[in-house]
Nanobody, 120 residues
Framework: QVQLVESGGGLVQPGGSLGLSCVAS????????MGWYRQAPGQQRESVAT???????KYADSVKGRFTIARDHAKNTVYLQMNRLKPEDTAVYYC??????????????WGQGTQVTVAS
């Protein structure tokens, strides 16, 4: 069974920085695209940033130049460094990954979510 576990959320002041991590574990053969999504209260879940197995990155326009996604293939981990945070970045952030696992094949997996609150 595959699990994604996020860490690093919290409360930060506007203009501050925060880093998120997400580790994939289980009977993993290979991990394809990994990404971060977020959902604010009353809003739909939206893509924040994704990174392919070949390190190609994509960002939402709202976070370009402020957020950086990276991954460590050896550690099955994806990171999101968030700088110059704004109150509108407040949301629950979810890790997502497309993973090929033994006995199951390729599946789409989600973490449990971590709260990021930007407020003074």
């Amino acid at each position: 069974q595959v699990q994604l576990v996020e860490s690093g959320g919290g409360l930060v002041q506007p203009g501050g920085s925060l880093g998120l991590s997400c580790v994939a574990s289980g009977s993993i053969v290979s991990i394809y695209t990994m990404g971060w999504y977020r959902q604010a209260p009353g809003q739909q879940r939206e893509s924040v940033a994704t990174i392919s197995s070949g390190e190609i990155t994509k960002y939402a326009d709202s976070v370009k130049g402020r957020f950086t996604i990276a991954r460590d293939h050896a550690k099955n981990t994806v990171y999101l460094q968030m700088n110059r945070l704004k109150p509108e970045d407040t949301a629950v952030y979810y890790c997502n990954a497309d993973i090929w696992s033994y006995g199951i094949g390729v599946g789409d997996y989600w973490g449990q979510g971590t709260q990021v609150t930007v407020a003074s």
